[in-house]
C-alpha cells in the first residue's frame, strides 16, 4: 500500500470513529486500525526520506 492509499484509509477510519455510533470494541478496533495505518505511513514516509538523502547525496558528490 503506497502512502496515499494508508492516508485515505486513516481518514475513513477517523470519520468512521467521529461520525458513527460505536460500540466500545468497535472503537478499540478502529483506533487499533488507525494506529496500524498510522505506523505503515511512518513507515512509507521513511523509505521516501531515505531515497531523498540518497539522491542529495549523490548530487552533492556530483558536482
Known sequence: MDLEEI???????V?????EKLTLEESYQC???GMKY????????DKVEKKIQILMESDEEDE
Open 31 to 33: 483506533f487499533s486500525e
Open 7 to 13: 492516508m485515505d484509509k486513516l481518514e475513513d477510519t
Open 15 to 19: 470519520y468512521k470513529m467521529e461520525n
Open 38 to 45: 498510522i505506523k505503515e505511513g511512518n513507515q512509507a514516509i
